[in-house]
């Protein structure tokens, strides 16, 4: 099973710029013909949040529009730039949301199961999961302790070291990990929210945050960094999954680029 992973796109109401600087739409519509250009056709796409920039209806048809032409089944989750109940209204034919509270779920018709944590507070930036949704996860976890699994959530549950970003981290992940500590048959935790790629070996399981499609954040370390961010190479994530090896990750930039240069 091939999973592609786009996260972070902050799509804009038609004609709308990101930050009024960057074209967040077309650069949303690069990365759907890039998985489209693939050399084999994702069997799913996850979409790990920050849909769009400021949870606005207007965002969300446009989201609708752009995904309308997408070749593949695709699942989304909201980030901190999304708005709870207009996410839930934008999606309402998407059967596997729940009709009212936080945006968990589990979609169990693939070779891997997928459970998204819906990890936003609502009119915060910060991410957290109550004690109900980590009962629910324990529940749902539960229910096969076999099945290859994939988590996914906005909020990577970690310090990236980035100060800017820290101060919207997932405040407290010591009450999921030690749910996700208790199974071991999570292949993978998917996030989106720091706009780079990002790895950590975490509760047992592996937990590999995804690029932007649209920006990236910049890479400064020192405590008093200065927040910045830049038009970098857009990139999504492909993750191959075997019975043989379980999941490899990839990243995949988007974009033309010189070559293909042969080698022997
Ligand atoms: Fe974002």
Request: charged residues 20%.
């Amino acid at each position: 099973m091939l999973i592609a992973h786009i996260s972070d796109p902050h799509i804009r109401p038609a004609g709308r710029l990101y930050q009024g600087v960057a074209d967040s739409n077309r650069l949303f519509e690069d990365a759907i013909d890039h998985l489209h250009a693939l050399d084999r056709r994702p069997d799913l796409l996850l979409l790990t949040g920050d849909l769009v920039d400021e949870g606005r209806p207007d965002e969300y048809a446009q989201a609708r529009r752009l995904l309308a032409k997408l070749r593949m089944p695709y699942l989304v989750i909201p980030g901190n730039h999304d708005h709870r109940e207009n996410f839930r209204a934008a999606f309402a034919d998407h059967a596997y949301l729940p009709a009212e509270g936080a945006l968990h779920y589990c979609v169990n018709a693939h070779p891997v199961r997928i459970v998204a944590l819906d990890s936003c507070v609502p009119g915060r930036h910060h991410g957290d999961v109550d004690a109900q949704g980590l009962a629910w996860l324990r529940r749902t976890l539960e229910a096969d302790r076999a099945k290859p699994t994939l988590l996914m959530l906005h909020h990577p549950p970690f310090a990236s070291g980035i100060p800017y970003m820290d101060a919207y981290r997932y405040l407290d992940p010591a009450p999921l990990a030690a749910v996700l500590g208790a199974f071991d048959n999570i292949e993978l935790v998917l996030c989106g929210h720091v706009h780079r790629t990002m790895l950590r070996r975490w509760a047992g399981t592996v937990v590999c945050a995804c690029p932007s499609s649209t920006t990236e954040i910049a890479l400064r370390l020192a405590a008093d960094a200065a927040p910045a961010s830049y038009m970098g190479r857009p990139g999504c994530m492909l993750h191959l999954w075997s019975e043989a090896q379980g999941m490899v990750s990839h990243v995949s930039h988007i974009g033309a680029m010189e070559g293909p240069f042969p080698f022997a």
